[in-house]
């Protein structure tokens, strides 16, 4: 057998899909059959698509595209941060205190400006984990992944761009206008329509999480990975509560032990930290890192 026909040998005997739909394009015909919605190669309708019965479609579909570009850049864990869309960066909180508004807004800007100690520790947790660099068969480790919003979540990116690393932002879809901030990589910007395969991927990669305060959506995320690992569907990993003082008054741990919902030994299950060098040493220790 000769060189020529082993290769042709090895060829692919159907077409890839997007030579197809280019011999569409290249070829196009116009009669009342070729124009029907039926018509439409299945995978090129939106409309179709967008139907209700394909639901189990578009959620493979999300769960696979971000699974498979992550793969490709070589992403093998994260450091995933959660934390409130709300607390603004130090240099924004003198403009935020400046703005006119009653007495009731004011004392809660106020609130919320204080928080912003925490913005600085979250960049500095991103940038210290980002230039630790770490590399495992062949794969990056604790890749910063945030929600890809503003506040907290830039703040997490802002802290691995300054780092001069990559980091990821999982974004979701809202009513009102939202977009990446403006530190996320943005081959690693990913958009989600569903909420519940946003937060998988947030945990498929992640080898510790980073919770900063924040109101119902961080609340979301951090209670539901807190189930996932008490009830053993998720193996224990590093879960580091920034600001104690903020979280024992909106929520009591300690009271839902004493009333029996959960147990003591839950408490255990995450680890108050408040600052970024005892977030990272937690880490180390935990995984044995140099």
């Known amino acids: 057998m ?7 040998l090895t060829r692919r005997r159907f077409y890839k899909a997007e030579q197809e739909a280019g011999f569409v394009e290249q070829h196009p015909h116009t009669t ?34 971000c699974e498979m570009l992550l793969e490709e850049a070589g992403i093998g864990s ?14 924004m909180a003198e403009a935020a205190l400046a703005v006119p508004t009653t007495p009731e807004r004011k004392a809660i800007v106020e609130r919320l400006v204080a928080k912003s100690k925490y913005y600085e ?13 770490i590399v495992e068969d062949g794969m990056r ?5 945030s929600g890809g919003g503003p506040a907290i979540m830039e703040a997490a990116n802002r802290g691995a761009a300054e780092a001069g690393a ?5 974004n979701i879809v809202l009513p009102h206008e939202q977009s990446p901030n403006a530190f996320v990589t943005p081959d690693l910007s990913f958009q989600f329509h569903y909420f519940a395969l946003r937060k998988m991927h947030f945990l498929l990669r992640a080898r510790a999480v980073a919770v900063f305060p924040g109101g119902f959506g961080t609340l979301d995320e951090f209670m539901e990975l807190l ?30 032990a004493a009333e029996g919902v959960i147990n003591i030994e839950d408490l255990d299950l995450f680890h108050w930290v408040e600052t970024a060098e005892q977030a990272w040493n937690h880490i180390v220790s935990f995984y044995g890192l140099d």
Not at 41 to 62: M, N, W
Not at 78 to 91: D, H, K, N, Q
Not at 141 to 145: A, D, K, L, S, Y
């Open 166 to 170: 990559e980091s990821i932002g999982l």
């Open 121 to 133: 520790e979250c960049r500095r947790l991103a940038r210290l984990a980002s230039e630790r660099a």
């Open 2 to 8: 000769n060189d020529e026909n082993d290769q042709r």
């Open 78 to 91: 994260t450091l995933v941060v959660y934390g409130s869309s709300r607390i603004p960066a130090p240099e």
């Open 227 to 256: 189930t996932l690992v008490q009830t053993g569907k998720m193996k224990p990993l590093p879960i580091l509560l920034f600001g104690e003082n903020y979280w024992r008054r909106v929520i009591n741990f300690e009271e839902m």
């Open 32 to 65: 009342p059959q070729t124009q029907s919605p039926s018509y439409r190669l299945a995978f090129r309708d939106t409309e179709f698509l967008l139907r209700e019965e394909l639901r189990p479609v578009r959620f493979q579909l999300e769960l696979l595209k």
């Open 141 to 145: 480790q604790f890749v910063i992944c």
